[in-house]
């Protein structure tokens, strides 16, 4: 079965104006959002920005100060979270330490009363899926992280539910655990078309698994869009400085399409009032120092001060007389640095793309 969104009009989820307040602080400020069937979707953001709250009022366990929950076009703001055809898993497993592994996993087919034979199948069929045949016997403890939240998994998705929630379950995972596992709860989703939410606060997760990112911020949505256009086209100054890495570089518009910064005129592709001040956002991998032609724009000397190796590539800090010798972050493979014999004090010339610069007053 496909996971690929499904393009019709009417959306699988839809939130319309979801507001919460705790007391005098408003969590949430009329947020509203369309969610396809059969697609995955990441809400992004720092701590306290309202993502998880949005994910406990979807499934129920937090009632929302005023707003309406739509599934399939059914209004379920009120239902109690048993109604709402979903399955949820924590980022601390919440595995019940006292049940085995099949027990766990067949725990939310029990009010069912299905044939024994028929949860026994389910739960083999499960254990299958995600990659633990044969562990029905074992208890939590003698799991590792991983493998408890494959079963927690497992057991969210027993009852076939129509929308998978994932509230941060790989955080508490070590990091080669966790970009394995996220890219096996990325193919399970694709291959059984189940709409998926995933909170979490790790941009590379969230860039790596999603169809759509969700970026919020003091309870609001400040872009929504595949991680290619959150990355590469940012519609806030929060988001270009929260998804990556970015410099930041203080400037004034000098018309259409120039800025300067650091007394310097270079190209861009924006417009706006002359000497209004800016802030330019630049991606390290945008600052170019190849290939450079005579006649481009935007290329200044600069001098290396710093680099740091992240093995196949380098962040390279330089700075430059044109941008008074401002620190800028420079994405340089460790090939070009050692074909080019590039060390700390180095000289070597810089382009900056005007395409790529993102210009928010």
């Given at each position: 079965?496909s996971?690929a969104?499904d393009?019709g ?5 839809r939130l319309?104006?979801i507001r919460?307040?705790f ?5 949430l400020?009329?947020?509203d959002l369309?969610i396809a069937?059969g ?7 720092p701590s306290g920005?309202g993502k ?5 009022i979807?499934a ?8 309406r929950?739509?599934?399939r076009g059914?209004?379920i703001?009120?239902?109690p979270?048993?109604q709402?055809?979903y ?5 601390s ?5 006292n049940?085995n ?5 067949a725990?939310g087919?029990?009010n069912?009363?299905?044939?024994r034979?028929e949860?026994?199948?389910r739960?083999e069929e499960?254990l299958?899926?995600?990659g633990?045949?044969?562990?029905e016997?074992?208890y939590p403890?003698?799991?590792s992280g991983g493998?408890q939240q ?5 057991r ?6 129509g929308?998978l929630l ?9 990091a ?6 996220r890219?096996?709860i990325r193919?399970?989703?694709r291959?059984?078309g189940?709409?998926t939410i995933?909170?979490?606060?790790d941009q590379e997760?969230?860039l790596?698994?999603a169809?759509?990112?969700v ?5 609001v949505?400040e ?7 959150v990355?590469r086209h940012p ?9 990556g890495r970015?410099?930041a ?6 018309g ?5 910064f ?7 592709l924006?417009e706006?009032?002359?000497g209004?001040?800016?802030?330019i956002?630049l991606r390290?991998e945008?600052?170019l120092?190849?290939?450079?032609a005579?006649g481009?724009?935007?290329?200044f000397?600069a001098?290396i001060?710093?680099i740091?190796?992240l093995g196949s590539?380098?962040?390279?800090q ?9 620190p ?7 090939n070009?640095?050692t074909e080019?014999q590039?060390e700390?004090g180095?000289?070597l010339?810089?382009?900056l ?9």
């Open positions: 079965m996971a969104p393009t009009a009417s959306p699988f989820l319309a104006g919460k307040e007391g005098s602080f408003v969590a400020q009329g947020v369309e069937q697609e995955f979707v990441c809400f992004l953001g920005c998880t709250t949005i994910l406990r979807i129920g366990l937090e009632a929302q100060t005023a707003g929950i739509e599934l059914k209004d703001s009120t239902l979270p048993a709402r055809d399955g949820i898993v924590f980022q497993y919440a595995l019940f330490p049940l592994v099949a027990d766990n996993v725990y087919l029990v069912r009363r299905l044939p034979a949860v026994r199948q739960v499960l299958k899926l995600v633990l045949p044969g562990s016997k074992k403890a003698q799991l493998q494959r079963i927690a998994l497992a969210a998705l027993a009852t076939s539910p929308l994932l509230d941060e379950p790989l955080s508490a995972l070590d080669t655990v966790r970009v394995h596992l890219q096996e193919a399970l989703q291959q059984l189940v709409t995933m909170v979490t606060h997760e969230a790596a698994v169809d759509r990112i970026v919020m911020n003091q309870g949505i872009q929504v869009g595949s991680p290619r256009e990355y519609a806030t100054a929060f988001v270009a400085d929260f998804v970015i410099n570089l203080p400037g004034t518009l000098a259409a399409n120039s800025v300067h650091g007394g310097t005129p270079f190209e861009c924006h706006g009032v002359a209004s001040e800016v802030t956002y390290p945008d600052v120092a190849q290939p450079i005579a481009d724009a935007n290329v000397d001098r001060d710093k740091e190796f590539y380098c962040l390279v330089v700075s430059a007389e044109a941008l008074k010798h401002r800028l972050s420079v994405t340089l493979s460790l070009f640095l080019q590039l700390v180095s000289q010339p810089l382009r793309l005007p395409e790529r610069m993102h210009i928010f007053g």
